[in-house]
């Protein structure tokens, strides 16, 4: 246990089991050759601009890159067009009728559209969005269920060069507002309703308050998925089938700028306040794209499934964007994991015959507390690939995954990245990486990632400390909606040159690299800075615990004290011996410096909507203070309930 002065955060975790990947994986991957990482490091510019070659430009760029520090320019003066990379170009193929998405409903209905279906659809709903005087620049917000219109708004957006910002269905009327009115948008394309564990979710109810306050917005294209009754305002709130009927179905796709808007999207607000991240066409295609295929292995036999919303960064590059420029078959699932049962993601994967399922590490950690028998009720053999996303994975639940959905055959790729980046950054490439549970291994060809300490300085291998970016990428975000100055605040002032995630991370002593969770969050006991992941994959490791989000609080001597919420496995009794019995393996697992020394449970803990811990709630719960901001939050009444469990613990 190494805590020299210079490493910025400590690393205590161990974890020793290693998954290589088995020959006839690498026998039929896509990569497998470990040179192609030496291949990029020596030119990063000529890599990323062979990927582009793949792709269809109405010109080719001028030059790779341009880089005024924090200004980035990719593929400059090139000229395409996504939606044409993500449909025309596969309609000369035999991919022609090829199953692009495969969508699942959530009360049992299904549709499956070809990539020429979904090139018709989204020619005649961009002639729609044209006829309603929507013009290349305008922002178009999108709020909808998981139904296959929204990745058709998506692509149509793209076809017409409206940047699209996307809503998450489960988000109330005022953050739906709040974004509306930050991106000035002219057209709101949302439903009816949407169903969720078997209810309906009133969007359009939802998207009338939010109308109240929003001047921007000229018109409301409706979409008609539960059929129950809604508002149409005269003169602005239209009928999706209405304006599709006859539209027509021919639509040339605008020539983009490489560096012309593609979308905007707000992160999930786990931190603050949702930032509107500002991603282009070309480089963000090309990151896309590249990723997709190598990160998953993506082959023409295969079908896909990316379980996110395309409410987040996940859904935009891995449902729809990489895999259709991928030429693959995308599922997409409207519903949630245990509606109508527990098995229904099992079921999803039984039912399609899904070979690459890429998912979150809350989800697993869900499914882990209910328990082996759900996946053990479906055929999941025709799985070969799983992947995580959105928070560290500990490794307990990673072995989990592994062993109980892959039936220990299926590399499983931790993927790092967030909105900002657009892609994937750091990630196993399943034909070559030695797999660590727990680990998202290295940086992704092409990219640079470091670990630095306070100063900026690499830390050494086995220590921990910022993780940062030190080149410019493709599909990096290039500012924040109507702020350049947060951009430039936020993301590059606290090292000078470098990218700043916001995240801790560690590098063992083979260059590994651990995400350690999010700097903010980082515990500070007695001088010794700790992170929250280490704790709580400490405390997963324990066979009655499900999952654990953990927190400082402040202490006298000690500055801040260990507070763990804790959700034990379903059967399991919550007694003052498992308390005991929790503190002592944290000890012996990491280190006596990080026993926790407040163990609550916790049937529920206070997640986004996309499903990560917010860490700084359960802060204010523990200290006392009033919630911070809790609109991103997906059930409020969680936070209630935690201050009464904290209170009884305190009495
Ligand atoms: P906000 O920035 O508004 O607070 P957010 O950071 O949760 O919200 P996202 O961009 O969706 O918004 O999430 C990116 C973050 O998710 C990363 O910075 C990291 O903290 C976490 N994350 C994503 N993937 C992984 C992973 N594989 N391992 C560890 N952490 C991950
Ligand atoms: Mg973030």
């Given at each position: 246990?190494?805590?020299?002065?210079?490493?910025?955060?400590?690393?205590?975790l161990?974890e020793?089991?290693?998954?290589?990947?088995?020959?006839?994986?690498?026998?039929?991957?896509?990569?497998?050759?470990?040179?192609?990482?030496?291949?990029?490091?020596?030119?990063?510019?000529?890599?990323?601009?062979?990927?582009?070659?793949?792709?269809?430009?109405?010109?080719?760029?001028?030059?790779?890159?341009?880089?005024?520090?924090?200004?980035?320019?990719?593929?400059?003066?090139?000229?395409?067009?996504?939606?044409?990379?993500?449909?025309?170009?596969?309609?000369?193929?035999?991919?022609?009728?090829?199953?692009?998405?495969?969508?699942?409903?959530?009360?049992?209905?299904?549709?499956?559209?070809?990539?020429?279906?979904?090139?018709?659809?989204?020619?005649?709903?961009?002639?729609?969005?044209?006829?309603?005087?929507?013009?290349?620049?305008?922002?178009?917000?999108?709020?909808?269920?998981?139904?296959?219109?929204?990745?058709?708004?998506?692509?149509?957006?793209?076809?017409?060069?409206?940047?699209?910002?996307?809503?998450?269905?489960?988000?109330?009327?005022?953050?739906?507002?709040?974004?509306?009115?930050?991106?000035?948008?002219?057209?709101?394309?949302?439903?009816?309703?949407?169903?969720?564990?078997?209810?309906?979710?009133?969007?359009?109810?939802?998207?009338?308050?939010?109308?109240?306050?929003?001047?921007?917005?000229?018109?409301?294209?409706?979409?008609?998925?539960?059929?129950?009754?809604?508002?149409?305002?005269?003169?602005?709130?239209?009928?999706?089938?209405?304006?599709?009927?006859?539209?027509?179905?021919?639509?040339?796709?605008?020539?983009?700028?490489?560096?012309?808007?593609?979308?905007?999207?707000?992160?999930?607000?786990?931190?603050?306040?949702?930032?509107?991240?500002?991603?282009?066409?070309?480089?963000?295609?090309?990151?896309?794209?590249?990723?997709?295929?190598?990160?998953?292995?993506?082959?023409?036999?295969?079908?896909?499934?990316?379980?996110?919303?395309?409410?987040?960064?996940?859904?935009?590059?891995?449902?729809?964007?990489?895999?259709?420029?991928?030429?693959?078959?995308?599922?997409?699932?409207?519903?949630?994991?245990?509606?109508?049962?527990?098995?229904?993601?099992?079921?999803?994967?039984?039912?399609?015959?899904?070979?690459?399922?890429?998912?979150?590490p809350t989800?697993i950690r869900?499914?882990m507390r209910?328990?082996?028998?759900?996946?053990?009720?479906?055929?999941?053999?025709?799985?070969?690939?799983?992947?995580?996303?959105?928070e560290p994975i500990n490794p307990e639940a990673w072995v989990w995954?592994?062993?109980?959905?892959?039936?220990?055959?299926?590399?499983?790729?931790?993927?790092?990245?967030?909105?900002?980046?657009?892609?994937?950054?750091?990630?196993?490439?399943?034909?070559?990486?030695?797999?660590?549970p727990g680990?998202?291994?290295?940086?992704?060809?092409?990219?640079?990632?470091?670990?630095?300490?306070?100063?900026?300085?690499?830390?050494?291998?086995?220590?921990?400390?910022?993780?940062?970016?030190?080149?410019?990428?493709?599909?990096?975000?290039?500012?924040?909606?109507?702020?350049?100055?947060?951009?430039?605040?936020?993301?590059?002032?606290?090292?000078?040159?470098?990218?700043?995630?916001?995240?801790?991370?560690?590098?063992?002593?083979?260059?590994?690299?651990?995400?350690?969770?999010?700097?903010?969050?980082?515990?500070?006991?007695?001088?010794?800075?700790?992170?929250t992941m280490e704790v709580e994959s400490a405390l997963v490791d324990h066979h009655a615990v499900a999952e654990a989000a953990v927190?400082?609080?402040?202490?006298?001597?000690?500055?801040?004290?260990?507070?763990a919420f804790v959700t034990i496995k379903?059967?399991?009794?919550?007694?003052?011996?498992?308390?005991?019995?929790l503190?002592?393996h944290v000890?012996?697992k990491i280190?006596?410096?990080?026993?926790?020394?407040?163990?609550?449970?916790?049937?529920?803990l206070?997640?986004?909507?996309?499903?990560?811990i917010?860490?700084?709630?359960?802060?204010?719960?523990?200290?006392?203070?009033?919630?911070?901001?809790?609109?991103?939050?997906?059930?409020?009444?969680?936070?209630?309930?935690?201050?009464?469990?904290?209170?009884?613990?305190?009495?």
């Amino acid at each position: 246990m190494a805590s020299e002065a210079n490493m910025a955060i400590e690393a205590l975790l161990e974890e020793g089991r290693t998954f290589p990947p088995s020959k006839t994986f690498i026998a039929n991957a896509h990569v497998s050759d470990p040179a192609i990482y030496e291949r990029a490091r020596q030119n990063p510019e000529a890599f990323w601009s062979s990927w582009a070659e793949e792709l269809h430009w109405f010109r080719r760029w001028d030059k790779v890159l341009d880089w005024d520090v924090p200004w980035a320019k990719w593929f400059v003066d090139g000229k395409t067009n996504m939606a044409y990379n993500c449909l025309d170009r596969h309609l000369s193929t035999f991919r022609k009728n090829k199953a692009a998405i495969v969508w699942e409903g959530e009360p049992g209905d299904s549709r499956v559209l070809t990539y020429w279906d979904l090139y018709r659809e989204v020619c005649k709903f961009a002639n729609v969005l044209k006829g309603l005087g929507v013009e290349k620049g305008d922002r178009i917000t999108i709020y909808m269920p998981m139904i296959p219109e929204l990745a058709i708004a998506m692509l149509a957006c793209a076809r017409i060069g409206a940047p699209h910002s996307v809503v998450f269905g489960g988000f109330s009327s005022e953050a739906l507002r709040d974004r509306i009115q930050d991106a000035e948008a002219k057209v709101l394309i949302t439903a009816d309703g949407g169903y969720r564990r078997g209810s309906i979710v009133p969007l359009k109810q939802n998207a009338d308050a939010s109308m109240a306050e929003t001047p921007s917005l000229e018109k409301a294209v409706v979409v008609r998925r539960t059929g129950q009754e809604v508002l149409m305002q005269d003169g602005r709130d239209l009928w999706w089938h209405d304006l599709t009927a006859d539209a027509s179905q021919d639509c040339p796709a605008e020539e983009m700028d490489a560096e012309d808007v593609l979308f905007l999207l707000y992160t999930s607000g786990t931190t603050g306040k949702p930032k509107g991240i500002v991603h282009t066409t070309g480089g963000y295609m090309v990151g896309t794209y590249a990723t997709t295929k190598w990160v998953f292995d993506l082959k023409d036999e295969d079908t896909y499934w990316c379980s996110a919303d395309c409410g987040w960064v996940t859904g935009h590059s891995y449902l729809v964007y990489g895999p259709l420029l991928n030429d693959a078959t995308s599922v997409m699932f409207e519903g949630t994991p245990d509606y109508p049962e527990r098995d229904r993601f099992w079921s999803i994967i039984e039912k399609y015959g899904v070979n690459i399922l890429y998912t979150a590490p809350t989800a697993i950690r869900t499914f882990m507390r209910w328990g082996e028998e759900w996946p053990q009720r479906r055929d999941l053999s025709s799985l070969r690939l799983l992947g995580t996303v959105g928070e560290p994975i500990n490794p307990e639940a990673w072995v989990w995954y592994w062993q109980n959905i892959g039936g220990g055959r299926c590399p499983v790729v931790d993927t790092w990245w967030q909105t900002e980046t657009g892609a994937i950054m750091i990630t196993p490439l399943p034909g070559i990486t030695n797999l660590k549970p727990g680990s998202a291994t290295f940086p992704f060809p092409g990219v640079e990632a470091d670990v630095v300490d306070e100063a900026g300085n690499s830390v050494p291998l086995g220590g921990g400390g910022y993780l940062v970016l030190k080149l410019p990428w493709p599909s990096m975000l290039r500012t924040i909606y109507g702020d350049p100055d947060r951009y430039v605040q936020t993301y590059w002032s606290r090292y000078p040159g470098m990218y700043f995630t916001g995240d801790g991370a560690k590098r063992d002593e083979q260059g590994y690299l651990w995400l350690l969770g999010r700097v903010d969050d980082v515990l500070n006991v007695a001088g010794h800075r700790i992170s929250t992941m280490e704790v709580e994959s400490a405390l997963v490791d324990h066979h009655a615990v499900a999952e654990a989000a953990v927190i400082g609080r402040s202490h006298d001597v000690k500055g801040q004290a260990i507070c763990a919420f804790v959700t034990i496995k379903e059967g399991v009794e919550g007694s003052s011996d498992l308390i005991a019995t929790l503190r002592d393996h944290v000890a012996t697992k990491i280190g006596a410096i990080a026993r926790p020394d407040d163990i609550i449970f916790a049937a529920e803990l206070p997640k986004t909507r996309s499903g990560k811990i917010m860490r700084r709630l359960l802060r204010d719960v523990a200290e006392g203070h009033a919630l911070g901001d809790t609109t991103t939050l997906a059930d409020p009444s969680v936070v209630e309930y935690l201050k009464g469990q904290y209170e009884e613990h305190e009495a």
